[in-house]
C-alpha cells in the first residue's frame, strides 16, 4: 500500500467516524495515518540490507559499515574485532600445528636405517659434513684395489646403497642403527646344558656351556664377532646348528 492509498484509507475511516479535514483534527490524523504505516510496514530483512550495501561502491560499503558499527556502539564493534582476533588465533594454531605433524611424518618417512658401520662414520665425519663427504670422496677415487677397501668404504661402492642420498638423509633426518642378526651357535649332539657356545665377557674367551645370557657370558653372537674369533666356520658346519635370535 502505498502514500496515496494511505491517505484514502484514511480519508474513508475519518469520515466514518465524523472527522472533518481541519486544523482541529490534523493531531488526530497523524496518529491515524501513524498507525496505518506501522500496520503496512514489512519486518526488515537483513539479506535485503546486504543486498543493497553490496550494490554500493567500496568507499561507500566502508562508510556504511563503519556508520553501522557505530551506532551499535563501540564495544560492539571490540567484540566483533576480539572474536575474530581469537578465531584468527585458533585457525593460525590449528595450520601450525598441521605443518609440524607434516614435518614429523616427512622426517620419519626420509630417515634412513643404517648398519653400524655407516653410523659410526657419520658420526665420525658429521662436523663440516659437505666438507668431509668431498675429501672422502676424493680421497676414494684413488683407490682401486678392493682388498685395502674397509667395510664403509665397499659400502659406498656397491651399487644399489645409494650412499649420497642415504648419508644426506642422516644428516638432514636423523637415522636409526639397523639391529645386527645375533645368533645362538649349538653343537649337535651335546646335552643342552653345555650346547651353546658362550664368550666370557671379560676375558674374552670362548667356551660351550648353557644359553642362558647374563653378566658374565654372552650367548648371542653377530656374525662379525664370530668371525673376529675365528668361528665362522660355523655357518657352514653340519655339526653345528646356527639358530638366528627373534626380538
Not at 465524523?18 to 537483513?46: A, M, N, S
Not at 674367551?205 to 653377530?222: A, G, P
Request: hydrophobic share 35%; with cysteine; proline share 2%.
Amino acid at each position: 500500500m502505498n502514500n496515496k492509498e494511505l491517505l484514502k484509507e484514511l480519508e474513508k475511516r475519518m469520515a466514518r467516524y465524523g472527522y472533518c479535514d481541519t486544523q482541529t483534527h490534523i493531531g488526530l490524523f497523524i496518529k491515524e495515518y501513524e498507525v496505518l504505516i506501522k500496520k503496512d510496514e514489512k519486518p526488515i530483512r537483513l539479506k535485503n540490507v546486504i543486498k543493497r550495501i553490496q550494490g554500493f561502491d567500496d568507499e561507500t560499503k566502508f562508510k556504511w559499515t563503519y556508520d553501522i558499527l557505530q551506532e551499535l556502539g563501540s564495544d560492539f564493534g571490540s567484540k566483533i574485532f576480539h572474536e575474530a582476533y581469537q578465531q584468527g588465533k585458533f585457525e593460525g594454531a590449528w595450520v601450525c600445528n598441521q605443518l609440524k605433524d607434516a614435518d614429523k611424518i616427512r622426517q620419519e618417512c626420509n630417515k634412513p636405517v643404517v648398519q653400524q658401520f655407516v653410523a659410526d662414520w657419520y658420526e665420525e665425519n658429521k662436523d663440516n659434513f659437505e666438507g668431509k663427504l668431498y675429501l672422502f670422496v676424493y680421497n676414494l677415487t684413488s683407490i682401486f684395489d678392493g682388498a685395502k677397501l674397509n667395510e664403509f668404504e665397499r659400502w659406498f661402492l656397491t651399487a644399489g646403497t645409494k650412499p649420497f642420498q642415504t648419508l644426506i638423509n642422516m644428516h638432514q633426518f636423523g637415522y636409526e642403527v639397523e639391529k645386527e642378526k645375533r645368533y645362538f651357535v649349538k653343537a649337535k649332539g651335546i646335552c643342552e646344558k653345555n650346547e651353546t657356545l658362550n664368550c666370557e665377557k671379560n676375558s674374552k674367551e670362548w667356551l660351550f656351556s648353557n644359553r642362558q645370557e647374563n653378566s658374565l657370558y654372552r650367548t648371542k653372537h653377530t656374525r662379525k664377532e664370530l668371525e673376529a674369533a675365528g668361528f665362522g666356520w660355523v655357518f657352514d658346519c653340519p655339526g653345528i646348528e646356527v639358530e638366528e635370535v627373534t626380538y
